[in-house]
């Protein structure tokens, strides 16, 4: 399976490095999104049809999710090559609601998403089969919304990647990493030695951590904000975890 980051800016977009999203393909099959944040879309149509893709969300904050509305219309209404079937859509269960608002005329409205995604609720620790991966949404700690990482397992080859969302420190972390062959870490608070707030976010140490405790081969850090040193978080992490550290950027790719 490929891997390919579509954007990985923290809490918001950067100059060319869109808000959370991953691109997953395997050989003969639709496209798996992991999140769709701002400016997902046009990274998508560099690398793949963005009407032919499964989708799934680790969380709706809005870095994670506020294409979608742009991904609709692009499935919908594309003039030669719209969505030619329903594809699946998996995240908390209130999310048909919160795309149906985004994608509305008004504030009274909800759009109706049924028509080109096939939607599921996580059932957290539940693995799901899509095509030929299974992926495990694992509860992570984040303020006010249903969280999840997410463990995706090549049923081909048993590769896996896993994805933190975004998350404070909590072991439930080192499970959904363990053994990974890429892990995909929020650094969301960049090289800061103290996390300024414990259960939201992750620092670059941190990230580190979870990494060497979980045994994973390589280390992506995402999710870091515009504002920080990403080189400082990369040796903030090294101070944990002496394999590969790599600052993921807009464009890479990991065949697996
Ligand atoms: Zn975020
Ligand atoms: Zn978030």
Known sequence: MRLTILGCSGSLGAP?????????????????????????LAAMQRVHDPADAHVIFSH????HCSDVPSLL?????????????????????????HFGRMASDGPSEIDDISDTFDFRPWVSGEPVDIDDVTVVP???????VESHALRVTS??????????????M?????????DADIFLCEAAWGPAAENPAPGMHLSGVEAGRIAREAGVKKLVLVHIQPWCDKEATREAARE???????????GDTFDL
Do not use: C, K
């Open 155 to 168: 049923q081909t080859n048993g590769a896996v990647v896993a994805f933190s969302g975004d998350s404070g």
């Open 16 to 40: 060319g490095n869109p808000g959370s999203s991953y691109l997953i393909t395997t050989p003969g099959n639709p496209g798996l999104l992991m999140d769709f944040g701002p400016g997902a």
């Open 73 to 97: 219309v692009w499935r919908r209404f594309h003039p030669t090559a719209p969505a030619s079937r329903r594809h699946l859509m998996y995240g908390p269960g209130y999310a048909p609601e």
């Open 170 to 178: 909590t072991p439930t972390l080192v499970d959904a990493a363990r």
């Open 240 to 250: 944990e975890f002496s394999g590969d550290i790599v600052i993921g950027q807009a």
């Open 138 to 144: 694992v509860p992570v700690e984040h303020p006010a």
């Open 60 to 63: 709706l904050h809005a870095d």
